[in-house]
């Protein structure tokens, strides 16, 4: 039995207690006539749980590299080529640029990702055996899980087809992904060419599926009710992602909600990340219908752009900032989001500082939750498992 008291915390903002760790996993109190191997003092500092990024790209991350500078970019094409000229620049290898991104994400208070890497031509399969050696090296302080994206498409780029089969096969990811059926991918006004590779993967080898949809409208939409319907003829819901769904939050507020229900009844989840006002997925009316929504931080200084950090606070920050939250109860919401909507789609328990819920915590210096989403205090502890992973911005070996 593993034991480690953390005194002097303040779940939530509360009143100060003690959290008690026992393998991995809170207790109650301490176990009759249990001694704690390490006692952590909190100095009164908030506890919040350790949060989820449940869309990001860490192959395609400039992160530590010198800087690189950027051509505007007319469409996902440009975005597509963009991508091939850092990766053939880059100095660092996809895993130690992965990893040195995923380090950092632990020391801001990241306990789990869906990690989304390149498989085409251009790349082969680099991207996700680079990834699994970033995830092996940062094992019981990050969960990772992995999806093989064909970020080049699957009809317009021969040879990617042939390589998601060979990630899946291999057991090398946990899910394969798909993009813009009906727009980019060229698969026609539902996608189906481009679905029935993955669902055929899904079926044959067990992987869970995520979509990117960036098409509005009709090309949107007309793939995201196809997927729907696959998803519940197959039996397959609560294994099928769609994410950025950018067709959704333009639809007229009875249609939005027909359509979340349709989500719902099949099983599938959504992912936003944010990036605009007009953008971002409404995601308190989705949960309320049913739909599980999760937060990420999509792209992290790639090619596409130069923000990102991989700090899910300050994601749930600019989720906040979007959606104009401005009461308490707006303003954790957020930071909800980014706790347990990701767990919930990666199908990770809840960590919600409860008896038997998993020990992964974040200590930072504040007043309330509200006020953590908006000032962003420094991490100065994470805790994966009841053990300290993480100091003062600083991963611990």
Known sequence: MHVTLFRQVRPFGGPV???????????????????PAAVVDGGGRIALPTLVD???HPDKTSWGEPWYSRRPAAGLPDFVAGDVELYEHQRAPIG??????????????????????????AYGLAGATGLREAAGRLAGKLDVQSVAFPQHGVLRAPGAAEL???????G???????????????GGPDGREQFDLLFGLAERYGVLLDVHLHDRGAAGLGPLRELAARTAAAG???RVTASHVFCLPELPADERERLADLLADAGIALTTVAPSAHQVLPFRALRERGVPVGLGSDGVRDSWSPYGNADML?????????????TDAELTDCLELAAHGGAELLGLPRADLAPGAPADFQLLDGECVPQVVVDLPARELVVKAGRVVAEHGKLLD
């Open 17 to 35: 207690t003690d959290l008690v760790a026992v393998d991995g996993v809170l207790a109650a109190g301490l176990p009759p006539g249990a001694e």
């Open 54 to 56: 449940a869309h990001i």
């Open 96 to 121: 130690e640029r992965a990893h040195r991104l995923l380090a950092h994400a632990v020391t801001r208070g990241t306990r789990a990702v869906r990690a989304h890497v390149d498989v085409a031509p």
């Open 164 to 170: 998601l089969t060979e990630a899946a096969r291999t």
């Open 172 to 186: 090398l990811v946990d899910a394969v992904g798909g993009i813009d059926p009906a727009g980019f991918d060229g």
């Open 236 to 238: 397959l819901g609560g």
């Open 314 to 326: 300050h994601r749930a920050h600019l989720l906040g900032w979007t959606t104009d939250a401005r």
